[in-house]
Every structure is written in C-alpha cells, then in structure tokens.
C-alpha cells in the first residue's frame, strides 16, 4: 500500500486524504465489492498515522456508502462501483464535493466545540431509562423550558415563564405551530428573499409572502443578522419598528439569530424586552452556538397567542429529540452554554479581523467591502470579466467554496465566511481568489 | 431519616416512592429553598436502596423542578415550593400524575428495550465529530435511508430506493412537507377522529376533514391499526381500496402503524407493495419498536410526487436529530431492529393473552370485549351508573389509569392496553376496575 500523504496539510485535512484514497481504489475496481477493508490498527500502521485519522475516514466512507460496518467482524467495501450507473442514490453518495477552502459553511469552527463534554451530557441524559421510556412534552420537556426560561432572561432580558416557551425541532418546527394561530394575518415580511426556509412555510400556508414592507399581517426580523455581512438594526429602528407594528395590529417574529455575535458595540435590546412581550413572538436557535446538527430551537409567544396554542397544544407532538432536550437542559444549568457563547463570540471577533486583514493585503486596501457589527462574514465586490455563477464554477473546479450575495454587469459581490475555516486558511484562500478573478 | 417503604412493591416502583418521599418534604418546606440534598451514596446507605434508585428519584425531582444539580457539588432544593402560587409552571411542574396501574399508556414494555445497546450505537454516532458539524441533509442522512430502503423491502416488500425516502422527526413533520405537495386534493378521510394529530395539520392546510369516506382526495389509513383494539384490514379491502382511489385519482396514505404486531394470521402485505408503488406514500415509525422518546419517522413517496418534492426540497430543514439518524442506520445494519421486533412481537403477543384471561376471570366468562389480530389491546364493555369522564375521574383516584372508547347510557367502554404495564398487575388492576364499577 502506497499513499502519498502531503504532510504539510493540518491533520484534520489528512483523513479526507485516506477517504479519497480508498474512495478511489473502490471506484476504480481495486477495491472489489465484499472484499474486508484492512482493521483500523493495521492501516494506521502502514500509513504512519494516527487510528483516530483512519477511523474518521472509515465513518465517512461508511457514511457514504463505500463501505459497510459488519458486527464485531470489520468494515466491508460494499457493491457501489457495480451499482453506480443504475442507482441514482449511489450516484448521490459519490457527490460529496471537497472543498480545499470553504468560504460559504455555516458550520462552526472545528476547534470550538468540545465534544467531550456533550457526549457526557448525552450519556448522562441516556442514563434516565424512565424518561425515555415515555414519549415527550408535546410543548418541550418542563425542566428544559425552565431553564431556558432563565437563560433568556438573564441574556436577552427576555421576562416569561416556562409556560410560554415551545420547543421544537428547527425554526420551521416552530413556524408549523405558529402560522396556523396567525393565518388571518394572511401576508408576511422578509427583511430579505434568503432565508427561503422561513418564506416557504408561510407560503404552505397560504400567506403573501413580501420584502422589506411594514404593512404586513406578520413582520418576521433578524436584528441581529439584517444583512449577510453582519448589520443589525439600531434600537431606534427598533423602537420604531415595535410602534408601527402595534399601532397596525401587526405581528412581529424576532429571529435572534446570531444575536451572541455582536462583537462592535454592547448587544442592542431585543425586541420582545423593548415591547414588554406585547405583540413580539420570540425565536431563538443553538445550531450556531452548539453543533449544527442538534435540532432545537424554541419562541416564547406572548399572551393572546399563548392561550389559542394552549389550546391546541396537545394536537402538535413534539419533534425535539428528548434526549438532546435534557443533555441541553443541563449543559445550560451548569453554565456551559453561557461558556460556550463567550468563547466564540471571542473566536469569531479575532478570526473576522484576521479575515478582513487577509483581504486588504491580498486585494489591497481600496477592496469594497462591507462588514457589519455582528456575524462571521463580510461581503466583497470583485471586478470580474465572468458571470457570479461562472465565478462559482471556476472557484469550485480549484476546490474553493464561495457563496453569491449580488452581481452586475462586470461585478460580482460575494459573501466570504470564516466560520469554519482555519484561520491559517485565510491568506492562501484569498490569493486563490484572486487568481481566478484575474484568468479570464 | 425515615421512610417506610413497601417492599412488596417491584424495584421500578421504588424510585417513585422515594420521589414522593423527598416531592412531599420540600413542598412541606421541611427541606428549605437551597438546602443540600443527601449525597447519592450516603442516601443509599441510609435507606438501604440501590444507588440507582436514589439516582432515577433524584433524576425525577430534577426534571420535575424541585431540585437542581450544580456541577462537581450535587444536588440543591429549588424554591419550587415557595413560588408554587405565583408560577404556573411550578404549579404544572406538581402535577405529574403517578399512576399506580396504568392501561392507557402507549409507552413500551420497559423491560423490552436494550438501553446498554442503544447507549452504544449513540456513543458510537457521537464520536463522529465531522459529520456533526455540518447540517444534516434535509431529505435525511443517505446512508440512514439506504439503510430504510434495504429494511422496509425485506420486511414490507416496499420497494424504493433511498432517494424515494424522506425522514422526519414524527409523523407531523412528514406531514408538513407532504401537504403542501397535494394541497389541490382539499379533502382528506381518516378512519377514526382518534389521530388528531394528523388531522389537525390537514386542518392547518386548509384540507376538509372527513371520517371513513372514501370520496376524498386524500385517504388516510393504518391498515394493521383499523380500530384501537387491533383490527387489521383484510386484502380483499385493501385491494379494492386501492382501485378505487386509483379510478377517483384519490391518494392514499399508508400509515404502517404496528404492522409488526400481527399476531394471529400472517402479516398481510402493504397498500404500496399491492399498489406496485402507485398512488400510495408509506409512512413508517419507531417510537413503537424502539423509544417513544426517539422522534424518527419516514416516508416513501411514489414518483410523480417525489418529482414535486424534490424541486422543493432544499427549502425544508430536516428535522430528525442527526446522532439518532446515525446511531439507527447502524442498529438496522447490524440486524437489531429485527431482532427488536421479533422480541417485542412475542412478548406482546403473551402479554395480551395474558390481559385477555385476567379480564375474563376478573369480569366473567360473558364478559363483553372486542379484540383484534394485532396490537396491544383489547376493547372491554363495562355497565357502570356512571358516564364515562366519571368512571376516568373514579379510576384515577385509585391510581388506575383508563382510556374511554366510547359511552352509552349505562355503559362506558374503555380500551386496555397491555403493551407497559408488567403482567404481574393484570389481575389486581382488573380487580380494582371491577372494583371501581361497582361503587356507585
């Protein structure tokens, strides 16, 4: 077995390395269908490196179909090079695309999250048999809800009891209770088209969905997230906002999304405080703050719609997992969420400094840019002779991910995240960009 | 320290005693707001308990508000007692009702579910660090699908690739993204009014709502759950359900609910594999098979509509958590889901026979009861001088908890179910029942 590693990667790059390796050594016949992938402690062996870095490789193989784990026996190459033509599912597992730089995740920083510490809680939550025995609060688990109950207060001045808190599994999960309370307000506002899943279930359920226009049935906001790049809306918008709204019976939605991320000035007052919890439903997400793959997300809805929910609460079951709700409940208790929140809140702020400074070196000063008080982007205007779709393709074709944000004629402005990306990234990822910008 | 605990009681009873015990001195502000609880082992000695029971009653008077753990110190008494008036959460927080003899619970056999195992297969999901950090997949994770695909062909002839499979956390979720789809049908029939939870999403959508018609757009069917003592829909029917919802451009809605627990005949095959895929979208779940706790359902969409779907299906978050998706493709692929349901399937099996004989010997031989080929339970007719709500009220004062089906003047019928309750209380639950009917 050979394989030419390129040592100078960082080691989280080097197990995508095997994956490709093997990825490659299956599609290509070498590998044959039902023939035993070697056991994690002899390939680490032989490739010099360590079992955790092969192990990962193998999960992801598996996760994509090459290979299958079989019960205390080992992993097995399955038969998706035979079935590739035919199966369009296989075909699918063959897509994953690795970006060699990605501008455009919303994931989190790998070094940020400390799995160790949430297994505890999850295995400690799996230790409570009785619970998980019986099915959920349709409403979110009690214990759960009280101590979001306190976390918002403390955090976001937010003042209300368990009772009015629901739990579910994503803002949409959210949006399936609350659109049909609302749907005599039959139209709704976006500060903007983006955020399609939020636009979409209003549309499922009949609303008029518009942009940027107070005279809505229902205003959904992100005050802490107006623009990709980071803006957030001043408290007298705010202020203003609220009167408007009240005085035309209107609805707001405030998404607090990102709202910890407000690294420029003091986090400006959420809108539920500044409207003493009258005529404001409050959302708020951990996908940022957590990992991206816990589904859990939760609003607190203001009197009148709590009653007409209560109403029906039972009707609705709840789509949070029980396990992760109680893992949650007390990693927030233990004052680990609050940690956690600190910690990237100072990551990000370093890392979108770094970014913006990698930019103007490799760009040069004069580079349009725009960077808001918040978030862990920024928007840049190329001056391209290509398309943004084209930009997309020929930045895709050298491994690096970008997401679109506007184009015209000979510009293109494109969002540039650094998230996800490792901060020594930032400068070579730049100057690629910069190539491509510049071959026509 | 004090308590006089019944031994004859099982060891899953204990816990809850102990919970009452300790529920009972903080809400008599015999243990006051902020007082330090008794440490695990001391409270074991001292009682001469298992340290896991303290540990389960612990566990409960913390998810149930009255006490709070403080990380590397133990357990603290909130001051749950004093805010009991002035919260409605406190005060909800009191409520759980214990139930000494439970024949409503849809809950599973505790002793049938492998927590070690399923421990195992979530440590293992969680050591997959990479996959966590990004987004799940909205249609699902494609090796968990894989997984369904290969399973429901085995076990239910369905044949469809893992591209034809959409996850979700329930049963609503699913609904969610299907009713939309065929929003143009307007009218949907449902067998009972009993599954509100799928008619109230209908509802939210704007479809009418009908019982037992098929003269509807949509047709909604559990055909191995027909009524809720077990009745299962004969293949004559279901074939001639299916012709006439093709002639009327009808669509139907195979809720697969319990097909595993046929018992007395074969299992008869499903709408979809009769319908060779046509016209039908399967609906599969675990909350039976495995935990109630774990939210994870799927359907199968036959091809026009999986077209529709798929133009729209980026604009859906999943909702499943990402950790059960991997941890359950893994279980399946190592073949203990069958095995799960080959045990569960026999165990219920006896215990129903074991229900069926206590009724008859509590109630007498002519006793008036109505029982299915599948399912966990059976229908009892009961002459009682009393309505049906207060028959409920009467029962749940003894500790015994009933489901009504339906009441006529000087008879109540109620359905019990065998599926959590330990065979052990059979008798005595019968007893108490008959008990009850007879005090007017």
Avoid at 129 to 138: A, Q, V
Avoid at 358 to 378: E, K, M, N, P, Q
Avoid at 394 to 406: F, H, V
Avoid at 417 to 425: G, L, T, V
């Amino acid at each position: 077995m050979s394989l030419q590693l390129n040592k100078s990667e960082k080691s989280d790059h080097l197990y995508m390395e095997v994956y490709h390796y093997y990825r490659d050594l299956i599609m290509e016949h070498k590998l044959l269908p039902g023939s035993k992938m070697p056991s994690l402690r002899k390939c680490a062996q032989e490739l010099k490196l360590s079992r955790t870095t092969i192990e990962n490789a193998y999960l992801q193989l598996a996760a994509d179909g090459y290979i299958i784990s079989k019960a205390q026996s080992g992993y097995y190459v399955t038969d998706i090079a035979r079935s590739r033509q035919t199966s369009l599912s296989a075909s699918k597992a063959c897509k994953p695309d690795y970006f060699r730089y990605d501008f455009a995740s919303s994931g989190v920083d790998r070094e940020s999250f400390r799995f160790d510490l949430w297994r505890r809680y999850i295995k400690s939550a799996l230790r409570q048999d009785e619970r998980l025995l019986s099915y959920g609060e349709p409403q979110g688990e009690a214990d759960f809800r009280q101590a979001l109950a306190e976390y918002i207060r403390q955090r976001r001045n937010v003042l209300c009891s368990a009772d009015d808190i629901v739990v579910g599994a994503g803002v949409q999960s959210l949006l399936h209770i609350l659109c049909p309370l609302v749907q005599d307000k039959k139209t709704v506002s976006f500060p903007t088209p983006s955020f399609v899943q939020g636009s979409t279930v209003f549309q499922d359920y009949g609303f008029e969905v518009r942009y940027r226009n107070k005279d809505c049935g229902v205003i959904y906001v992100s005050p802490a997230h107006m623009t990709k790049w980071g803006e957030i809306m001043p408290v007298s918008r705010r202020l203003e906002l609220i009167h408007y709204a009240a005085e035309h019976h209107s609805l707001i939605i405030e998404d607090d999304f990102e709202n910890e991320f407000v690294y420029l000035q003091k986090p400006t007052p959420s809108l539920f405080s500044l409207a003493g919890g009258q005529g404001v439903v409050y959302i708020g997400s951990f996908s940022r703050l957590l990992l991206p793959s816990i589904r859990i997300s939760f609003m607190v809805l203001p009197g009148s719609l709590k009653e007409a929910y209560l109403k029906k609460a039972d009707r609705y079951n709840q789509t949070a997992s029980k396990a992760e709700q109680i893992a949650l409940c007390q990693f927030i208790r233990d004052g680990h969420l609050a940690a956690q929140t600190r910690k990237l809140k100072r990551l990000y702020s370093v890392k979108l400094k770094q970014l913006l400074a990698a930019v103007r070196t490799v760009f040069g000063a004069d580079s349009r840019i725009r960077i808001g008080a918040a978030g862990t982007s920024l928007a840049l205007t190329l001056t391209v002779p290509f398309t943004g779709k084209e930009l997309q393709e020929k930045a895709k074709e050298q491994g690096l991910r970008i997401q679109l944000l506007r184009e015209e004629p000979g510009e293109v402005t494109v969002i540039l995240s650094c998230s996800s990306m490792p901060e020594k990234d930032f400068l070579p990822a730049c100057s690629l960009l910069k190539d491509i910008c510049s071959v026509s």
